[in-house]
Structure formats: structure tokens, C-alpha cells
């Protein structure tokens, strides 16, 4: 009887798999950035040195 190592062959997949989560991740961490920036006023985003187009670029 024979030992085939199938570990060997979900290598791959895995690594693509955490890159597919960590971009996940980063799109989704973006998106609520984006969503915090947006609900201030354009008072309050001059207070931290942003416009409302720096908001709409970002992530972009």
C-alpha cells in the first residue's frame, strides 16, 4: 500500500486563499473608511486636512 501526501497539493490553494482573504479584508476595511469619512461634515474633514474629493479618491 502506498502513501500519497495530498498536503503537498493544498499548498497552493491555501496561499491563494489567505491572499483572496487579505484583499478581502483591505477592500472591506476601505469601504468603511470611506463610509466614516463621508458622514462628516466638510467642517469636520478640513479639521483633519481632508476635502470631500480626497474621501471620493480614496481606495481608488
Known sequence: ???FDQTALRAPRSGM?????????DWN???LTRKAL???TDR???DI????????ALGR
Open 17 to 25: 486563499f489567505t491572499r483572496l482573504l487579505g484583499r478581502l479584508h
Open 44 to 46: 469636520e474633514l478640513d
Open 29 to 31: 476595511d476601505t469601504r
Open 38 to 40: 463621508s458622514a462628516l
Open 49 to 56: 486636512g481632508l476635502t470631500r474629493s480626497d474621501v471620493d
Open 1 to 3: 500500500m502506498t502513501y
